[in-house]
């Protein structure tokens, strides 16, 4: 029994969510969990590679009438409590196991192959094609091996493995260290690769702050 719009959450305390339909007020927490895990049943049934039902979208099918701050206090104490848990902002049961059968194992080795012959020629994960069976569930299994940190993002849609980007890290910090500063053709050196392929890794380094810009599109200089 979902709460629906004509009720209202008025507040939660201790995980108790008080509501008031028509003016009769009543406590739901038991309900509310009830529905939670039936609500999570059904959807693993259509994804089942992903760690949980998005929280934006469990809240428009759980609570729909209450506040997001309410919401989100509402999963906080259930997670605290042991009952859910949230992670790449799903949210699922707390004994939930992700189920990677024979297909999600392929799928897996697939992308790491990929990647793996393309080193630090990138590529963007549109590239990498999929049986056309698989291709609904390709961008969950993406995001557990990021999750997993089996891949790594490195801009946008492209992604290698973590390997490349230590052995990157490897060649260019005794430059920034010596020089104070890379440039652009001085990664696509080091590294034996294009262009192309070192301004996403650039971008990627300074996220992690081992680089910032300075300014000028053809280099980098430290920030260790």
Known sequence: MCVGLSAKVIKITDGTALVDASGAKRNISVELLEDLEILLKEYHETYKYRRGMFKSELHNKLLPSAKQAIFDQLLHHWEEEGKIKVELECVNMADFRLWKDRNYQKMEKWIIRNLKEAGFNFLR????????????YRDDVLQNM?????????YENIYTLPQYLEEAKEKVIPVLKKDGKITISGVRDLLNTSRKNVKPLLEYFDSIHLTRKNGTESERESAL
């Open 146 to 154: 990021v999750f997993e940190q089996k891949v790594v993002k490195v």
């Open 125 to 136: 994960f549109p590239e990498i094609t999929f049986m056309e069976e698989q291709e609904q």
